[in-house]
């Protein structure tokens, strides 16, 4: 029986991630990253607050763009980020790949960073979603000590 309930469960989800992914649909978020849950050579903890809108241009495919501020940790100064990406939502399951490409600034460091995503989206309403999701941005200026591996956890909304 529980796994009846849960196949059930699973099918509901899949259902119910179709209808947001169709073209023509706009998406919000905030996440947050680091809390120490990142690494690069330079850093020794951080904290990430970030912001992204994106439209759904066909079905499955997003284009997005983004803004946040980080804080590097005791001596470092905060930095903020812009910039474009995309995703694709792979079998309307809630599962995306994403591409990216911020401009980063801070008073003496300023960096191009293209980055990577793969994450998943927990639908907790049709509309509501939990997304975490690891990603990789490559640093132009040092690669090892700016290019960072981390994890993200971001709240969506789809219109």
């Given at each position: 029986?529980?796994?009846?309930?849960?196949?059930?469960?699973?099918?509901?989800?899949?259902?119910?991630?179709?209808a947001?992914?169709?073209?023509?649909?706009?998406?919000?978020?905030?996440?947050?990253?680091?809390?120490?849950?990142?690494?690069?050579?330079?850093?020794?903890?951080?904290?990430?607050?970030?912001?992204?809108?994106g439209?759904?241009?066909?079905?499955?495919?997003?284009?997005?763009?983004?803004?946040?501020?980080?804080?590097?940790?005791?001596?470092?100064?905060?930095?903020?980020?812009?910039?474009?990406?995309?995703?694709y939502?792979?079998?309307?399951?809630?599962?995306?790949?994403?591409?990216?490409?911020?401009?980063?600034?801070?008073?003496?460091?300023?960096?191009?960073?293209?980055?990577?995503?793969?994450?998943?989206?927990?639908?907790?309403?049709?509309?509501?979603?939990?997304?975490?999701?690891?990603?990789?941005?490559?640093?132009?200026?040092?690669?090892?000590?700016?290019?960072?591996?981390?994890?993200?956890?971001?709240?969506?909304?789809?219109?």
């Amino acid at each position: 029986m529980k796994k009846i309930l849960i196949m059930i469960t699973m099918l509901t989800m899949t259902m119910v991630a179709k209808a947001q992914f169709e073209a023509g649909t706009t998406y919000v978020n905030a996440s947050l990253s680091g809390l120490d849950l990142s690494y690069n050579g330079t850093e020794e903890g951080k904290f990430n607050f970030g912001a992204m809108a994106g439209y759904f241009i066909e079905d499955n495919w997003l284009v997005d763009v983004q803004a946040g501020v980080s804080h590097l940790g005791k001596g470092h100064r905060a930095v903020i980020t812009g910039g474009v990406g995309g995703r694709y939502y792979v079998e309307d399951n809630g599962l995306f790949l994403g591409v990216n490409a911020k401009l980063l600034l801070s008073k003496g460091h300023n960096d191009i960073m293209p980055g990577i995503e793969a994450g998943y989206c927990f639908f907790l309403n049709d509309k509501l979603t939990i997304e975490p999701s690891v990603y990789y941005d490559q640093s132009f200026r040092k690669h090892s000590d700016y290019s960072t591996v981390g994890l993200k956890v971001s709240l969506g909304v789809y219109f």
